[in-house]
């Protein structure tokens, strides 16, 4: 069993920056690939970006490349994604999850941990 719990969501205006933190306990964080997730109101929720256990390769969603950076220190067991030129469209409720498998998945279903969620808001 993993544990998650973001923080560092906020509000922010259009062109600003926000980093978000995905602290994990319990069983080797080490051992999981670990994805960003958004759900806007009245949207599914959808991928944000993913990272491998070593941290060596990462994905993103076409509409946050260039924009955002996932990283992760498995020393510290925490996940992060660092959010630049944030516009309104990316106003949701941001999700880390945890996921057994290897491969880096960009559909939430693979993922079988998940945290409460953080609120950010990007006012135009």
């Known amino acids: 069993q993993v544990q998650l719990v973001e923080s560092g969501g906020g509000l922010v205006q259009t062109g600003g920056s926000l980093r978000l933190s995905c602290a994990a306990s319990g069983r080797t964080f080490s051992n999981y690939p670990v994805g960003w997730f958004r759900q806007a109101p009245g949207k599914d929720r959808e991928f944000v970006a993913t990272?491998?256990?070593?941290?060596?390769?990462?994905d993103y969603a076409d509409s946050v490349k260039g924009r955002f950076t996932i990283s992760r220190d498995n020393a510290k067991n925490t996940v992060y994604l660092q959010m630049n030129s944030l516009k309104p469209e990316d106003t949701a409720v941001y999700y880390c999850?945890?996921?057994?498998?290897?491969?880096?998945?960009?559909?939430?279903?693979?993922?079988?941990?998940w945290g409460q969620g953080t609120q950010v808001t990007v006012s135009s």
């Open positions: 999850a945890a996921t057994t498998f290897t491969v880096l998945f960009k559909t939430p279903t693979r993922y079988q941990y």
């Open positions: 990272i491998s256990r070593s941290g060596g390769s990462t």
